[in-house]
């Protein structure tokens, strides 16, 4: 299993690229099921997340092909199979989003559910119960959701609680219904709108995403297309807070000023100074200690809570004391007992966790638990005095697209060890 060495104390400087967004194009991917020819995606970030739905898509018999680097095409006209089984589910939920696709494009779908995972129970009710709403028959037996429908028929769905994935895979069913669709409390995120775009690009009528009302009229048949992923805004958040954290100078490109608001708003009352491009953001802290802050996760435009472990890794070596709310995941202070170990003063009070600031954190070895818990790690890491050795980066790979070659064109002393035979490769 590798292992990330970290030599803590340099300030960041330069400049990086933001990578495609991971989340944007999970749904995408899937959402190629849905098409009666070939769909070919560029700014596509090479991440194990990536490679799971590949896998997932190629065994239901797309053909899938890396024209290059960040380059796939898909053509998924002779799917054979409609299962997503558990072996590839339970190692990346994100798996339920073929759960639409599939039943509104070929009838039936057998997805696996997911079960919990490290940062709460995670429930999957409102894809089902969306489905069922769509007209679909959907059971649940021996740990799998099995739907079937003719057509499935458009609907008015209130989502309960906004849930990012319910409404991608809600959106993408309805694209193919007979009819009408309206999502109310629809999820605002703009990996949604990214998804929306590229079903637009392939024949949907799709209005209104972006916002909590998505109007949806099914068409029969949906094309081929060409389209680009959008930035990875948590990507650029989290270089963004590894400069704040170390008193650097850091300029994030290819990436979306526009997405990060809340982000940019936090670091700003941090003390950072922050100028914006049409693609890119500068952050420079000129030396200077951080300021804690307080956060409260909510979906977006709020604060997003894949940033909030980077923000109590900031709020651990800040002057003051920052209060994080988290109100999305139950369990998702997996990172807290770590950062203590390195020395931060912090306390969880149920969705709470009370940050003191202190001058400095020192180096330990700690466990990577989920993925944004290892970014919040690795930018402890950065700024601890000594060596910190992260355990089961495997998380980190899921998500960040190469982060220690980043890190260290923007300074860092940073090497992956390799689990194979303890052996150091950079
Ligand atoms: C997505 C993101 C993840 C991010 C999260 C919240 C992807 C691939 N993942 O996850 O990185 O942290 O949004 O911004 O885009 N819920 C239910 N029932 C459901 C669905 C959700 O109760 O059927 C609850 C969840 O337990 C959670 C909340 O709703 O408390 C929001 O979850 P949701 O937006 O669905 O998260 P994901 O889409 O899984």
Redesign the pocket.
């Known amino acids: 299993m590798d292992k990330l060495l970290i030599t803590g104390g340099c300030a960041l400087q330069g400049c990086v690229r933001a990578s495609g967004a ?2 944007a194009a ?2 995408i991917l899937a959402a190629t099921l849905l098409a009666d020819g070939p769909v070919t995606l560029t700014n596509v970030p090479r991440l194990r997340d990536i490679s799971t739905t590949m896998a997932l898509l190629g065994r239901m018999g797309a053909s899938l092909t890396q024209e290059a680097a960040d380059r796939i095409r898909v053509e998924p006209r002779a799917l054979t199979s409609f299962i997503a089984p558990y072996e590839l589910v339970k190692t990346m ?2 798996s339920i ?1 073929v759960l639409g696709p599939l039943v509104a494009r070929y009838g039936e779908a057998d997805v696996s559910l997911p079960g919990g995972c490290a940062i ?9 119960e969306g489905l069922r709403a769509l007209g679909a028959e959907v059971s649940v037996d021996s740990g799998y959701i099995r739907a079937r429908a003719k057509r499935l028929r458009g609907a008015r769905l209130f989502m309960e ?6 409404t ?1 895979n809600l959106m993408m069913a309805a694209a193919l219904a007979d009819g009408e669709t309206l999502i109310e409390n629809a ?1 605002r ?1 703009p ?1 949604v709108v990214d998804l929306a775009q590229l079903l637009i690009a392939m024949g949907a009528r799709i209005e209104g995403a972006g916002t909590d009302q998505i109007h949806i009229q099914g068409v029969e048949r949906l094309g081929g297309a060409e389209y680009r992923v959008m930035p990875d805004r948590i990507e650029t958040g989290t270089f963004l807070v590894g400069a704040a954290m170390t008193g650097g100078k850091v300029r994030v490109e290819e990436t979306r000023p526009d997405c990060l608001d809340a982000v940019l708003q936090k670091l700003r009352e941090a003390g950072a100074e922050i100028t914006t491009g049409p693609d890119w953001i500068e952050l420079d802290m000129r030396g200077r200690r951080p300021k804690a802050v307080d956060i409260h996760t909510a ?2 435009p709020a604060f ?3 940033m909030q472990a980077q923000f109590c890794a900031l709020n651990a070596v800040a002057e003051g004391v920052g209060v994080v709310a988290e109100t ?3 369990n998702r202070f997996m990172h807290v007992p770590e950062l203590q170990r390195m020395g931060a003063d912090i306390r969880v009070e149920g969705n709470l966790a009370v940050c003191h600031g202190v001058s400095g954190l020192t180096a330990a070895p700690v466990m990577a638990t989920d993925l ?1 818990a290892s970014a919040g790690l690795v930018l402890a890491g950065l700024v601890a005095s000594g060596e910190t050795l992260i355990d089961r980066i495997y998380h980190l790979d899921r998500g960040y697209e190469t982060m220690e070659a980043k890190l260290l064109t923007l300074g860092a002393h940073i090497e992956r060890i390799s689990g194979g035979n303890g052996t150091l490769t950079p």
Do not use: M, Q
Request: glycine share 6%; hydrophobic share 35%; no cysteine.
């Open positions: 991971k989340n999970l749904p939920r994100a989003l709460g129970a995670r429930p999957v009710n409102l894809h089902i609680l906004v849930s990012v994935t319910g991608e999820a995120e990996e979906p977006h997003p809570t894949d999305i995941f139950e944004r």
